[in-house]
DNA sequence: GTATAGTAAGTGTGATCACACTTGTGGGTG
DNA sequence: CACCCACAAGTGTGATCACACTTACTATAC
């Protein structure tokens, strides 16, 4: 069942649609970090060149430099004798390094968004919110994911700063393979609807101070949540499945 | 003179030298790195695969990887119909935005790193200070600048807080390339030496607010200086030197 | 002098190849 | 059963090539 999951998560990767006007290492780019960030890579899992680009279907060359471009933003790190480029495991100090540092950049974010917020900006926001609710009450962990993202960084994106931005999309590539395990923890959505709901009160009565606190809240249950997650071992490392099979050829 | 300082900049970087159990593309990737780091690349300089794989004499493979780990670190940027990669030149508005992510992250980071800092980390610290300061008299910019980021590197990786440090570095990826502006400003350099002496003093007392507010007064007099080097049309822009010249062959 | 067209040189992109090394599997031996 | 070895398959790495497109330069015409 495990891997039939991921068989479908793989599945929806490829092949990739060529667009008039963009390199075909930008779109795997995109593809890559978007299932990074939604969660749909899991930690150690290994990103084989060649079974990207078969699924894909590409040489391995834009893989490559799509991939070298992960490396860089932190998303992927090199493993092993072969040098696969893997999806980080990530330490109990590595998840409250980048949890404090989530708690910085977020925050303060989140401060900068609410000083220029727009109603247009507003109702996507609520859009998000209102996704999320309803995947939260079907249980829809991916529906829920995706829009957790988009709930947060639609508010982020507010603040019109876009090297900070790109600061904390760096980071939720690093923590995105992780929020699958913490719906294994039985209070986290609901926790952490909480505090949406809080984030989304502040940003309707403009008030700063308010969000600042429900997102920190957010971060920190989040953290403690894959803190839990570490210590019952359901951090949901995976075997590589991206890495080509021996006897299936 | 503009050229032949950029000349005997990039002669510093080559040829490669191969080293055991390193990939040539990670050596690639850490001479450039380093470069952007020190200052020896300026914004708008455009980096070209050919130029490079020539200078360092490998081939254009490793220097591709390479320079799509440093786009994804955000120290290159795409560029122009062709797609070169090039240091980035920063608006106003992005140096603001970076200046205010540098203020919470290495504000936090100086505070973090106080926490447990040794005396042999104390003692390069003071070292990279000493140097510092020799520099500064002699008008030495290069040692100035090398020793600038030493010292502050220093200090935060004693926070032993690897993906903080991580995010630090990127922001110094951008930034490095416009440090050689700022001592166009005739009083940015001591005052640059006076925060650091603020922070070495609040290091030795072990006064966290203190060497935070050292920190955070160097970054905004950093930022003030390279704003004065935007508004006098002095960040050096460069034209690409690192593209092959069509009459030199 | 300016504008245009043509050409050469430069740019990155994607494809493919060969290689060195690693990883995984199966069989044999103690 | 555990260990070792051989071999096959898989891994990334670096090299090279051809191509499409861009940029720069030169010559010509007005």
Known sequence: MSESIQGNGWARLGPLLLQEGATAQSLVYEKLRHALISGHLR??????LRKVASILNVSVTPVREAL????????????????????????????????????????????????????????????????????????????????????????????????????????????????????????????SMVSHTAALQALR??????LQEAIVRDIHEAASALQQTLINGETEVERPVLRSKRNNK
Chains 1, 2 share one sequence.
């Not at 930690?43 to 084989?48: D, L, N, R």
């Open 43 to 48: 930690p150690g899992e290994e990103i084989s």
């Open 68 to 191: 070298r471009r992960l490396e860089g933003d932190g998303g992927l790190e090199v493993f092993g004798g072969n040098r696969v480029l893997r999806v980080p495991i990530l330490t109990d100090a590595e998840l409250m390094d980048i949890r404090d540092i989530r708690i910085n950049l977020e925050g303060f974010a989140a401060v900068q968004a609410i000083k220029q917020i727009g109603s247009s900006q507003m109702r996507v926001i609520e859009n998000a919110y209102g996704l999320m609710e309803i995947a939260a009450e079907n249980g829809d962990v991916d529906t829920y994911l995706e829009n957790n993202w988009r709930f947060h960084s639609l508010i982020y994106r507010a603040a019109d700063r876009p090297i900070l931005m790109s600061q904390i999309e760096g980071l939720w590539l690093r923590v995105g393979p992780l929020f699958h395990a913490t719906v294994a923890v039985p209070t986290h959505l609901n926790q």
């Open 205 to 210: 009565d403009r008030d700063p101070v308010a």
